[in-house]
T-cell receptor, first 114, second 119 residues
């Protein structure tokens, strides 16, 4: 069964550094998402992406964050200058359509900012 | 705005027994979809079951079934014959079925219920 893949599984970075989290969505999916889960807490929406542009973003997704689909397969989340509070599990997800299909999630990238 | 509430932070069940996890939601929309996701200690997010709001029949997937009460805005998950591998965090989630132009209808999660399975 096709799946969403995320790399790396764990990223450790120093405060102020830039990180790029990578995702390969399921190949016939058109809608892409990033979510964040701070340890033990709620799964929070960051951003959705369709047709090569951001469709919706949350208040968490400020100017430090950006997303890109640089080629036909990858979908990346960049954090320009990481803060301690960016430490979390970041999940990429994709879906076939905008409403009825479930979101399929990757295994997540655990980001630790020191 | 739509909200999802899971009022049980933790639940426990004996192996082979049945447990029900509660979820309520608030929405003014008539077209939407509801999901349960399982998050084991590995932190993956695994789809358990899906329910379409316009279908009265409750969804079932093997040992997992839902009790969908649309008027009450309730969507509980029943796990029958609980197994040790069912131990996980369970998230209830809502997705709008409305067409809002360019929106991609994100998934809105509840806060989760941590299920322990006792041998």
């Amino acid at each position: 069964e096709p799946e969403v893949t995320q790399t790396p599984s764990h990223q450790v970075t120093q405060m102020g550094q830039e990180v790029i989290l990578r995702c390969v969505p399921i190949s016939n999916h058109l809608y892409f998402y990033w979510y964040r889960q701070i340890l033990g807490q709620k799964v929070e929406f960051l951003v959705s992406f369709y047709n090569n542009e951001i469709s919706e973003k949350s208040e968490i997704f400020d100017d430090q964050f950006s997303v890109e689909r640089p080629d036909g397969s990858n979908f990346t989340l960049k954090i320009r200058s990481t803060k301690l509070e960016d430490s979390a599990m970041y999940f990429c997800a994709s879906s076939r359509d905008r409403t009825s299909s479930p979101l399929h999630f990757g295994n997540g990238t655990r980001l630790t900012v020191t | 705005a739509q909200t999802v509430t899971q009022s049980q932070p933790e639940m426990s069940v004996q192996e082979a027994e049945t447990v029900t996890l509660s979820c309520t939601y608030d929405t003014s929309e008539s077209d939407y979809y509801l999901f349960w996701y399982k998050q084991p200690p590995s932190r993956q997010m695994i789809l358990v079951i899906r329910q379409e709001a316009y279908k009265q029949q409750n969804a079932t997937e093997n040992r997992f079934s839902v009790n969908f009460q649309k008027a009450a805005k309730s969507f509980s998950l029943k796990i029958s014959d609980s197994q040790l591998g069912d131990a996980a965090m369970y998230f209830c989630a809502y997705r709008s079925g409305e067409n809002y132009g360019g929106a991609t209808n994100k998934l809105i999660f509840g806060t989760g219920t941590l299920l322990a399975v006792q041998p």
